[in-house]
């Protein structure tokens, strides 16, 4: 037997994405890149620990608006918006499987440049292409205004300015751009969401996705 994919090496470890055996090699330069693989294939969770260990942090002029500051401690302030726009993409992920970072850092690219342009007085919208990046655009533009909304009743008003949003979404964009791999299929700056921003349990219990159709 010769591995599926390159037809030539003999086939020695099993893979979920596929439901049978390929070589080590080809899960290495595939892996992320023409397998979409599910997050709890061991092969996958080592290769993400051994890119997160030998990781070296992006130089600033690589960040999303790299003249932009943003403080600790706004990050703080603002930590229970901030905990809102990740709530919106981890429910989002419940129904939306084919949802990978390039998608996600799409999404948040758009719609802080709508927020940008929001705080010069000027309203500019232009939500990604994609289809998936498209529908999760709305769903965090709805969670924030739901946000706001709900300040508001409680408080009389909203704290929150256009400029808020857009520093926090530039600040997960910066995340998202630090924790991602850079291949096609990668899914660990969803995963990097998922460890820091638990959903309830009746939402993150979900069946877990073993093969990928």
Not at 91 to 118: G, M, N, P, Q, W
Request: hydrophobic letters at 35%.
């Amino acid at each position: 037997m010769s591995c599926p994919i390159c037809g030539k090496r003999p086939p020695k470890r099993f893979c979920p994405a596929k439901g049978e055996k390929i070589c080590p090699v080809c899960c290495g330069q595939e892996r992320e890149v023409t397998i979409d693989c599910p997050v709890d294939c061991p092969h996958l969770i080592a290769g993400h620990r051994y890119e997160a260990e030998h990781r070296k942090p992006a130089p600033p002029q690589d960040f999303p608006h790299p003249d932009l500051q943003i403080s600790p401690d706004f990050v703080y302030e603002r930590w229970p918006l901030l905990t809102a726009i990740a709530t919106a993409i981890l429910r989002f992920t419940v129904e939306a499987k084919e949802l990978h970072d390039a998608e996600i850092l799409s999404a948040l690219e758009a719609l802080a440049e709508t927020y940008r342009t929001l705080g010069t007085g000027i309203y500019y919208e232009r939500p990604p292409d994609s289809t998936v990046a498209r529908a999760l655009y709305g769903q965090i533009s709805q969670f924030v205004q739901d946000f706001r909304k709900n300040e508001a009743e409680r408080a009389g008003f909203s704290s929150v300015k256009d400029g808020d949003v857009f520093r926090l979404l530039v600040f997960l964009l910066r995340v998202g751009k630090q924790e991602t791999n850079g291949r096609p299929l990668s899914r660990a700056f969803l995963e990097f969401l998922r460890a820091r921003f638990p959903l309830p349990s009746e939402v993150a219990h979900e069946p877990p996705r073993i093969i990928v159709p």
